[in-house]
């Protein structure tokens, strides 16, 4: 079966390297192409296109490398490359300034990195694909993550971005539903048009008919002259109406008419205007709930979601967190707004917080210890008392040696006192293990009945399918033959 992971090509001769490599880039959805081949690297690409990038390995000579890295930029002289080297190591051979080289990855390599390494190939590729550097700096950038959710929310944006389907975008606030609107307009035919936000529950209900479709100069009092509204603004582009769950049902009613007519009037005008906008709304209402209370029109709602979106809370994505964690500490630093690093114990505290403001409660926390102690390492002691809990305080101490050696999910128990090593660890493969060892912990304890074991992890049913899936485990549960 095709895939559709973008394909990362691996230059290295060192067997044992290049089947980590593969390894690492499998497990964060990324399609590994290895040649260990460096004198003879394009006849294995032969059959391969749309490469994302490539990581240049070990080779015999430095005369060697020189002559590979020439010949890659040959064949695309935008296509992104990163040395391969190991930590502390300097390297000898001189580099052409000409070659794409956006840096270089330790090894032995962690998900970490190399996420945030192809995060930064795909910028660089989209802003060099055509020659104009018109992506915004943060787009996608709220989306970085390699959960199932996120993985699920890149998909759905790239099905529907380039349609004209109106789009509804549901979850809680914080969880970033503008960024998800901005790649939709983005990615879609309408990108060189404006993209317009309007938020709805901001604008006061008897100024929201002028905001939206414009008025005519002495249309009400203090109306001294014509104005457009978002509507005509937006022509040819998008219009973002954030929490549409707030909006009156007055509006709702005259939102409607456009929506089925394509025409509006400005406010004190009987003249139509053409309305050629594409509408992604958004809220974090249950809106299915408000018209049973009569609060949203239900017509409306089936003209909104045509396609919804739903953005999982924080709190659901966990393994997501380190990766934002360094994405948002990139932010400040690229804003010269100074820098902050985290120590694996103070990640691991933020992974067990339940997070109600969601990715914008997380930004605000990375800026604000960015404040406290700038370009210091910040501890579980210097986190806010929120996250000071005795479970964190037990386990920021405490990680076992043997979790950097072990390949196979360990099984865990709840008293445990493992230690961190000096050397550190990945996280998110630590926090996977942990995972994995109790929900098979749980399926034992509950002879294989999934609903008796999600009841003894204290969650649903579904979400304990669907990390039996993400995590290949084998499941059975009498009631359903799943």
């Known amino acids: 079966m095709a895939t559709s992971e973008p394909k990362v090509l691996i230059i290295e001769a060192d067997a044992e390297?290049?089947?980590?490599?593969?390894?690492?880039?499998?497990?964060?959805?990324?399609?590994p192409v290895l040649t260990q081949d460096c004198a003879h690297w394009k006849a294995g690409i032969e059959d391969v296109d749309d490469i994302l990038a490539v990581l240049v390995g070990t080779c015999t000579t430095d005369k060697a490398l020189q002559k590979q890295l020439k010949e890659v930029h040959d064949l695309d002289e935008h296509l992104p490359i990163f040395l391969l080297s190991e930590k502390n190591k300097e390297l000898t051979v001189a580099i052409e300034p000409a070659s794409c080289i956006l840096g270089r990855v330790e090894l032995p390599a962690h998900y970490?990195?190399?996420?945030?390494?192809?995060?930064?190939?795909?910028?660089?590729?989209?802003t060099q694909s055509d020659g104009r550097h018109q992506r915004p700096v943060d787009l996608f950038r709220s989306l970085v993550g390699t959960s199932r959710a996120v993985q699920l929310v890149r998909k759905m944006i790239q099905q529907v971005a380039n349609s004209e389907a109106n789009v509804l975008i549901l979850g809680e606030s914080g969880t970033g539903k503008e960024v998800v609107a901005r790649n939709l307009h983005y990615y879609s035919n309408r990108r060189d048009k404006a993209f317009v936000p309007v938020n709805c529950g901001a604008i006061p209900s008897d100024l929201l008919e002028s905001e939206l479709f414009g008025h005519e100069k002495g249309a009400f009092t203090g109306a001294i002259s014509a104005r457009q509204g978002r509507f005509e603004l937006a022509e040819q582009g998008t219009l973002f109406l954030d929490e549409i769950g707030d909006m009156s049902l007055n509006m709702q009613v005259k939102l409607l008419r456009v929506l089925q007519e394509r025409t509006f009037e400005r406010v004190g005008s009987n003249k139509s205007i053409q309305a050629d906008v594409r509408i992604i709304a958004a809220t974090h209402r249950n809106l299915e709930e408000a018209i049973t209370l009569g609060k949203f029109r239900e017509d409306l709602f089936y003209r909104l979601n045509v396609f919804p979106i739903e953005m999982p809370p924080l709190c659901e994505r966990v393994e997501d967190i380190p990766l934002l964690v360094n994405e948002l500490i990139r932010r400040i630093e690229h804003e010269k707004r100074g820098s902050v690093r985290l120590t694996q114990a103070a990640i691991l505290a933020l992974c067990q917080y339940n997070w109600p403001g969601n990715v914008r409660e997380l930004a605000n926390l990375i800026e604000r210890v960015a404040i406290l102690y700038p370009f210091g390492v910040v501890d579980v002691g210097d986190l806010p008392d929120k996250f000071q809990t005795d479970t964190?305080?037990?386990?920021?101490?405490?990680?076992?040696?043997?979790?950097?050696?072990?390949?196979?999910?360990?099984?865990?128990?709840?008293?445990?006192?493992?230690?961190?090593?000096?050397?550190?660890?990945?996280?998110?493969?630590?926090?996977?293990?942990?995972?994995?060892?109790?929900?098979?912990?749980?399926?034992?304890?509950?002879?294989?009945?999934?609903?008796?074991?999600?009841?003894?992890?204290?969650?649903?049913?579904?979400?304990?399918?669907?990390?039996?899936?993400?995590?290949?485990?084998?499941?059975?549960?009498?009631?359903?033959?799943?």
């Not at 390297?17 to 399609?31: A, K, Q, T």
């Not at 970490?112 to 989209?126: D, G, K, N």
């Open 112 to 126: 970490t990195q190399l996420t945030s390494a192809l995060h930064q190939a795909e910028v660089y590729r989209e």
């Open 17 to 31: 390297r290049g089947r980590e490599l593969e390894s690492v880039l499998r497990f964060i959805n990324y399609e």
């Open 392 to 482: 964190v305080v037990a386990q920021s101490t405490h990680f076992g040696d043997e979790l950097l050696n072990s390949a196979q999910p360990m099984q865990y128990q709840l008293d445990a006192e493992p230690r961190l090593p000096r050397d550190g660890l990945d996280l998110k493969e630590h926090l996977s293990n942990l995972e994995v060892g109790f929900i098979k912990q749980a399926l034992d304890d509950a002879n294989g009945v999934v609903a008796q074991a999600a009841k003894r992890l204290g969650m649903r049913r579904t979400t304990l399918v669907e990390k039996l899936r993400k995590y290949g485990l084998h499941r059975s549960d009498p009631a359903t033959g799943v």
